[in-house]
C-alpha cells in the first residue's frame, strides 16, 4: 500500500531554517510534491521534485529527495512568520490515474 | 497559473437535505477531477476520481449514492452530498490535472468548501 508520514508538529523562530521531513513507501513514484495549507485555505502547491532528481532549489525552499530511504524533506531558508501554516507532502498513485497520495501533514509555527 | 474555482466557499445545511458543489477549471480543461475530504486537523482523503463523460471512480468505504459526482464538461465537476447528516460536516477539495500538460506541476486545487449540517 502507499503510506506517506510526517511529523506532526513543527516549531522554529522567525529567520531560521525550517526542515519537514516526510517518508513514502511506493517507491515507483515519479513525482513527489509539497503542498501549503492555510488555516481554512485550500491547497498550494509549493514545488515539486521528480524522481531522478536528488535536489531542487526553488528561493527560499529546497527540497531533498533519497530514494533509497524513501525520504523527502522540505527546507525553508529565512522562515517568516507568513509560512506558519500545515504542510503535506504527496506522491503520485502507481498508474495512469494521476491520484495524489497525501501525507499527514506538517503544522509549522513560527515564532517572532 | 492556472486556476480551479470551487463554489460555495461555505454553506450550512439542514439535516436531511441535499447540497451541491461545484469545482471549475477556468482556463483550462480537465478530463479527471479528484474529489477530497477534510477532517480538522486531518490530511486529505481522497473520495472519488471525477472522469468527464463517464461514471466516477470511488474510493473504498465512499457511498456513491450519497456522494454524487457529475463530470458533465471539460471544465465542471460537482459533488452533490445528499440527505446530509452532521457528521458529513467537513472541508471538501477538488482538484483537477490540466489535459494539456504532462505529469509534473500540472494538478491544480480548488479553495475547498467548508459543508456544516445543522
Known amino acids: 500500500g502507499e503510506d506517506v508520514e510526517q511529523s506532526l508538529f513543527l516549531s522554529v523562530r522567525e529567520g531560521d531554517s525550517s526542515v519537514i521531513n516526510c517518508t513514502y513507501t511506493?517507491?515507483?513514484?515519479?513525482?513527489l510534491y509539497w503542498y501549503k495549507q492555510e488555516p481554512g485555505a485550500g491547497l498550494q502547491l509549493l514545488t515539486y521534485i521528480f524522481s531522478n532528481m536528488d535536489m531542487k532549489q526553488d528561493q527560499r525552499l529546497t527540497v531533498l529527495l533519497n530514494k533509497k530511504d524513501k525520504h523527502l524533506s522540505l527546507r525553508i531558508a529565512d522562515t517568516q512568520t507568513g509560512d506558519s501554516a500545515i504542510y503535506f507532502c504527496?506522491?503520485?498513485?502507481?498508474?495512469?490515474?494521476?491520484?495524489?497520495?497525501f501525507g499527514t501533514g506538517t503544522l509549522l509555527a513560527v515564532q517572532p | 497559473g492556472a486556476v480551479v474555482s470551487q463554489h460555495p466557499s461555505r454553506v450550512i445545511c439542514k439535516s436531511g437535505t441535499s447540497v451541491k458543489i461545484e469545482c471549475r477549471s477556468l482556463?483550462?480543461?480537465?478530463?479527471?477531477m479528484f474529489w477530497y475530504r477534510q477532517f480538522p486537523k486531518q490530511s486529505l482523503m481522497l473520495m472519488a476520481t471525477s472522469n468527464e463523460g463517464s461514471k466516477a471512480t470511488y474510493e473504498q468505504g465512499v457511498e456513491k449514492d450519497k456522494f454524487l459526482i457529475n463530470h458533465a464538461s471539460l471544465t465542471l465537476s460537482t459533488l452533490t452530498v445528499t440527505s446530509a447528516h452532521p457528521e458529513d460536516s467537513s472541508f471538501y477539495i477538488c482538484?483537477?490535472?490540466?489535459?494539456?500538460?504532462?505529469?509534473?506541476?500540472?494538478?491544480?486545487f480548488g479553495e475547498g468548501s467548508w459543508l456544516t449540517v445543522v
Open positions: 482556463d483550462f480543461q480537465a478530463t479527471t
Open positions: 504527496a506522491e503520485i498513485e502507481r498508474g495512469a490515474t494521476n491520484k495524489l497520495i
Open positions: 482538484s483537477a490535472r490540466d489535459l494539456a500538460g504532462g505529469i509534473g506541476n500540472t494538478i491544480y
Open positions: 511506493d517507491s515507483s513514484s515519479t513525482y
